[in-house]
């Protein structure tokens, strides 16, 4: 699986280290993916969600200005139920995917966004974008049978690779979500498992098959989540 060049499996001859997508937040910058890189990022995230201002004109020129520095542009504009942090409605969630999708290389996008995910999707499609659907839950990990739904239902509307990412409350949580990543990755899946109990897993389920990992430059967005130049650190040690 590639995004832009880089190869995102991890578990082959050709490309043996897991990749770290470095996630920018707050606001975007051509320094910002400098920094991410020079810290070890393979590819970014940008949270749009997190940016207070979001006129489309200037975001089209920031984006252009990153797109230069040469790693690969994930953009995700994140819904507030699966852990945006600003609310943003559907309109212009669909306004800001449609306008910056031509400047990215892969989207993210909520299963849960229901009344946009097939215009983005057809969107992304369209244009030859790597399209990731995701599904968060903040507050516990599912059973086995929900996350495997879960995986079946995003793949089935068109994802190219499926996010699943839940609250690990237990060891037991972090090792149930290892044993799904192990039987259904099939080289399109990205797991974690969030929070202090599932903290090891953003090192060492990127080793048994996760397509990513992603650590911070700055403000953490998930429970765990590590800054992106101790996540290369740790993983370049095991490799």
Known sequence: MKVRGVELAQSTKSSPIPKVCGVITDRLSATAVKKARTAGADLIEVRVDTFKAREIGALKKV???ARSIGLPILLTVRSKKEGGHYTIGD???????TALMPLVDAID???TSRRILSKVIATAKSRRKKVIVSFHDFKATPTSARIKKIIRDARAIGADITKVAFKARSTEDARRLALILLEEGKGSLIA????EKGRASRVTLP??????????LTTSTAPGQMK??????LIDAIA
């Open 192 to 195: 974690i498992s969030m929070g």
């Open 207 to 216: 080793f048994m098959g996760s397509l990513l990992t992603y650590g911070t």
């Open 228 to 233: 992106i130049k101790e996540l290369r650190r």
């Open 91 to 97: 309109k212009e969630r669909l306004e800001l995917f």
């Open 109 to 111: 996008i909520e299963l």
């Open 63 to 65: 984006f252009k200005e």
